[in-house]
């Protein structure tokens, strides 16, 4: 069973920069792709970003400039980040840590609240 932790959730102010974290209880080598997802109250979950296993990305075009992700790998668990600078009201939201492994496999964090306050 993997588990996916994230942290670094918070209130910031608009403007403001945080730093959320996923870490996975699973060997880089059976990762496909790692996202970071969020999902406001009322709204259709949205993919942020996605890293896929050689280490590209791509991003939401609400988000592209301002959010970065990447990932550290040491030996069987992969952390995930989302660097999210120049935040926004819009940007409010539960962000979800999402893992797409090999065989079909996925996996779902709990998610962490990210409030930015105008």
């Given at each position: 069973q993997v588990?996916?932790?994230?942290?670094?959730?918070?209130?910031?102010?608009?403007?403001?920069?945080?730093?959320?974290?996923?870490?996975a209880s699973v060997s880089i080598s059976r990762i496909?792709?790692?996202?970071?997802?969020?999902?406001?109250p009322g709204k259709q979950r949205e993919r942020v970003a996605t890293i896929f296993s050689?280490?590209?990305?791509n991003y939401a075009d609400s988000v592209k400039g301002r959010f970065?992700?990447?990932?550290?790998?040491?030996?069987?668990?992969v952390t995930?980040?989302?660097?999210?600078n120049s935040l926004k009201p819009e940007d409010t939201a539960?962000?979800?840590?999402?893992?797409?492994?090999?065989?079909g496999q996925n996996?779902?964090?709990?998610?962490t609240q990210v409030?930015?306050?105008s």
């Amino acid at each position: 069973q993997v588990q996916l932790v994230e942290s670094g959730g918070g209130l910031v102010q608009a403007g403001g920069s945080l730093r959320l974290s996923c870490a996975a209880s699973v060997s880089i080598s059976r990762i496909v792709f790692m996202s970071w997802y969020r999902q406001a109250p009322g709204k259709q979950r949205e993919r942020v970003a996605t890293i896929f296993s050689g280490g590209s990305t791509n991003y939401a075009d609400s988000v592209k400039g301002r959010f970065t992700i990447s990932r550290d790998n040491p030996k069987n668990t992969v952390t995930v980040y989302l660097q999210m600078n120049s935040l926004k009201p819009e940007d409010t939201a539960t962000y979800l840590c999402y893992a797409q492994l090999q065989m079909g496999q996925n996996y779902w964090g709990q998610g962490t609240q990210v409030t930015v306050s105008s």
